[in-house]
């Protein structure tokens, strides 16, 4: 049973330019998770979502920053326009259910220059 | 609203030894946390969970230990083996689903 997986591992975008992350869930799990992490510090929460729906975008910047989980195929994260803070790792995690274990992937670091 | 945090950023812990890794938490309607660890450019790994209604649960070779009337947990890594050198994270899991970490706590074995 493959883990989750995410790609691109590793993105290097220009200023203004877009970023695509794609994230597999485990097999069997409908819930991802998207969480960022900056260096030296811990994981933020950012979008929860389920088969086609947004659950909970509440750690989302409201601007350049959208989130889908479409009925098949990967979750995407996008983000537009990217400037130099949007540099970190995110981190994409899935679950059964809720309530329960969450399993990360291997994260994509992005790295604006 | 909640926050979870360590008292300590780094730990450095002599191989066979024992490794005691604290975290507090500031939300006392929390009843789920986690511990994870996170090797230098991987995803968090799942260590082992708790809820509200437990005090003590044990894994192999750790245990999680929460006290809910001081809000502190911690994790005990019974010897300590280089493969242990990681960060590790406290989390708190709200709403069921919403994950908040800690900052970490960089566990550093010697040989």
């Known amino acids: 049973n493959a883990g989750v997986m995410q790609n691109p591992r590793h993105l290097v975008r220009r200023r203004g330019q877009e970023a695509r992350l794609r994230c597999s869930p485990m097999?069997?799990?409908?819930?991802v998770y998207w969480y960022r992490q900056l260096p030296e510090e811990g994981l933020k929460f950012m979008v929860y979502?389920?088969?086609?729906?947004?659950?909970?975008e509440s750690g989302m910047p409201k601007e350049r920053f959208s989130a889908e989980f479409p009925k098949e195929g990967p979750s995407i994260l996008r983000i537009q326009q990217v400037v130099r803070g949007d540099s970190a790792a995110y981190f994409c995690?899935?679950?059964?259910?809720?309530?329960?274990?969450?399993?990360f992937g291997p994260g994509t670091r992005l790295t604006v220059t | 609203g909640e926050s979870v945090g360590l008292h300590l950023p780094t730990l450095s812990v002599q191989e066979g030894d024992n490794s005691i890794i604290n975290c507090a938490y500031s939300?006392?309607?929390?009843?789920?946390f986690i511990w994870y660890k996170q090797e230098s450019g991987k995803g968090p790994q799942f260590i082992i969970d708790?809820?509200?209604?437990?005090d003590k649960r044990q894994g192999q070779r750790v245990t999680v230990l929460l006290n809910k009337t001081v809000k502190h947990l911690s994790l005990q890594i019974a010897a300590t083996q280089p493969g242990d050198s990681a960060v590790y994270f406290c989390?708190?899991?709200?709403?069921?689903?919403?994950?908040?970490f800690g900052a970490g706590t960089t566990v550093t074995v010697r040989a």
């Open positions: 989390a708190e899991n709200g709403d069921d689903y919403k994950l908040s």
């Open positions: 979502l389920q088969k086609e729906n947004i659950i909970d």
């Open positions: 097999k069997g799990h409908s819930h």
């Open positions: 939300n006392s309607a929390s009843d789920y």
């Open positions: 995690a899935s679950s059964p259910g809720r309530g329960v274990e969450q399993y």
């Open positions: 708790i809820r509200s209604n437990m």
